[in-house]
């Protein structure tokens, strides 16, 4: 099946830097890629999609600036979590589907961001 | 706007036992529905999904059955492994060309032998 990858698998960062995280397509092109958020405990939250070679479309109340989504080949995107503070830790998730996937997305482990 | 309401787990069964997830939903038009496991250190994997009423989706012995009158996607299997412990997500997406995922809080599913 499918595969996705995300690097890393969990990040410890002082407050103010910036966090990169990497999501990676294995075994297939990603044409779109999805970004999401999971607090404990609670649902997956969608923040933003990605086509590849285009600008990202971020959901209501995502601050664009804040979480720079590149999706710059059809087997990388990237998150970059700008500036970044204690309530920024979360689980970030990211998925992707492409034309050989049946329109069925495919879910990367996760990274886990602890902002100190 | 789409939600998705499944049962708070953690849910424990023994080995063989029958298992029902209860999920319900809410949604404009007629969306397609999904059944998402997590296995302990891995990303999510589509179990099964329905794409219109009274379809039945099955997988690895699960099942769920699209109810429109109820909106509901009930998620059963009838006797479960302990392979089977993971955590489930229910999930949705809109009939208008949309492919965002509205998933439910998850349910954590534990068999003990």
């Known amino acids: 099946g499918a595969v996705v990858s995300q690097h890393p698998s969990w990040v410890i960062c002082k407050s103010g830097t910036s966090v990169k995280i990497e999501c990676r397509s294995l075994d297939f092109q990603a044409t779109t890629m999805f970004w999401y958020r999971q607090f404990p405990k609670q649902s997956l939250m969608l923040m933003a999609t990605s086509n590849e070679g285009s600008k990202a479309t971020y959901e209501q109340g995502v601050e664009k600036d804040k979480f720079l989504i590149n999706h710059a080949s059809l087997t990388l995107s990237t998150l970059t979590v700008t500036s970044a503070h204690p309530e920024d830790s979360s689980f970030y998730i990211c998925s992707a589907k492409g034309w050989d996937t049946r329109d069925t997305q495919y879910f990367g482990p996760g990274t886990r961001l602890t902002v100190l | 706007g789409n939600s998705v309401t499944q049962m708070e787990g953690p849910v424990t069964l023994s080995e063989e036992a029958f298992l029902t997830i209860n999920c319900t939903y809410t949604?404009?038009?007629?969306?397609?529905l999904f059944w998402y496991v997590q296995y302990p250190g891995e990303g999510l994997q589509l179990l099964l999904k329905?794409?219109?009423?009274?379809d039945k989706g099955s997988n690895k012995g699960f099942e769920a059955t699209y109810r429109k009158e109820t909106t509901s996607f009930h998620l059963e299997k009838g006797s479960v492994q302990v392979s089977d412990s993971a955590v489930y997500f229910c999930?949705?997406?809109?009939?208008?060309?949309?492919?965002?995922?509205?998933f439910g809080t998850g349910t954590r599913l534990t068999i003990i032998p």
């Open positions: 949604a404009t038009g007629y969306p397609s």
């Open positions: 329905a794409t219109k009423a009274d």
């Open positions: 999930a949705l997406t809109s009939n208008f060309g949309n492919e965002k995922l509205t």
